[in-house]
């Protein structure tokens, strides 16, 4: 004759949730995933904040060697092309069949000085738009006529190159200056638009070498 032994607490679980647990338990993990995916976020762009002012202050770097090679002479409109925001060397300007290799900017002159590498890395921001990325730089720099000072004063406040959101490239091959290469205001988007709920913002290097982050 069969005995039918009693059960133990864990033998005698249900096999399996019923469907209003299972419904608890996917409700409980959705909570967790939306709680958890903006500090994810936040923590992914503050590393990108992070690269992108690295990047500005090894731009600084070399831009404080440059002047020391050149008897405190930072690098003028005249050198970089007359408009603040050029690709990267050897990139041409599409759709312009009649386009050169850019010869132009500031990472052309510090390629053709020596001091930089083509294809660096430092010249593109992790955050900015693909668009922008696909020019290989996405930095825009001075031109202001403070540059062609010999050891122009007050460094710490000088800008001089920055998260690009205003310009597309100037033609490349050419000097400028150029007229209609500014992004219509509603199109311009700063690149660190997610690091800080209403804070979107940009880096900016200064002369001195110093890193700072705007908001707009």
């Not at 967790?32 to 202050?57: D, K, S």
């Not at 060397?89 to 590498?117: C, I, K, S």
């Not at 004063?153 to 500014?182: E, M």
Request: overall charge positive.
């Amino acid at each position: 004759m069969d005995v039918q032994r009693p059960c133990s607490p864990r033998s005698c679980r249900p096999a399996a949730f019923s469907l209003v647990e299972l419904l608890v338990v996917v409700a409980i993990i959705a909570t967790l995933v939306g709680l958890m995916l903006p500090a994810v976020q936040f923590i992914r762009e503050r590393a990108r904040l992070t690269q992108c002012a690295n990047n500005l202050r090894q731009i600084g770097l070399v831009t404080q060697i440059y002047a020391g090679t050149t008897g405190g002479f930072f690098p003028t409109a005249s050198k970089t092309g007359n408009f603040s925001y050029r690709m990267a060397p050897g990139l041409r300007t599409p759709n312009d069949p009649d386009a050169l290799p850019e010869t132009y900017g500031l990472e052309a002159l510090y390629v053709q000085r020596g001091f930089l590498r083509q294809g660096s890395g430092i010249w593109v921001c992790p955050s900015h738009t693909d668009e922008q990325q696909a020019y290989q730089n996405t930095y825009a720099f001075s031109i202001a006529t403070v540059l062609a000072k010999r050891n122009p004063p007050d460094q710490s406040t000088t800008l001089f190159t920055w998260d690009n959101s205003n310009f597309t490239p100037g033609r490349s091959g050419f000097p400028g200056p150029f007229v209609g290469y500014a992004i219509p205001v509603p199109k311009r988007k700063n690149p660190h638009a997610g690091f800080r709920l209403g804070s979107a913002g940009y880096n900016v290097l200064y002369l001195d070498g110093h890193v700072e982050f705007f908001t707009n």
